[in-house]
């Protein structure tokens, strides 16, 4: 394999990486304006790049560090 072909895999997996958590943060967006703000007074409406954020903060914190291995 060339070099110029691990450089595109690795530059395609990573642009899939990146989509996906942008797919993925839609739900939480959808969650925190359907359920939170009517429920809370005060707190506002979140865009899809602030779910996003949302979404990356809360893997970032809440991160499992249990191994299947023994």
Do not use: D, R, Y
């Amino acid at each position: 394999m060339n070099f110029t072909t691990a450089i595109s895999a690795a530059v395609g997996v990573i642009a899939i990486a990146v989509g996906l958590s942008f797919l993925l943060s839609w739900p939480v967006m959808a969650l925190w304006n359907g359920c939170l703000v009517p429920a809370v007074h005060g707190v506002n409406e979140i865009s899809w790049l602030q779910g996003w954020g949302i979404s990356c903060l809360s893997s970032i914190l809440f991160k499992s560090h249990f191994s299947s291995s023994k």
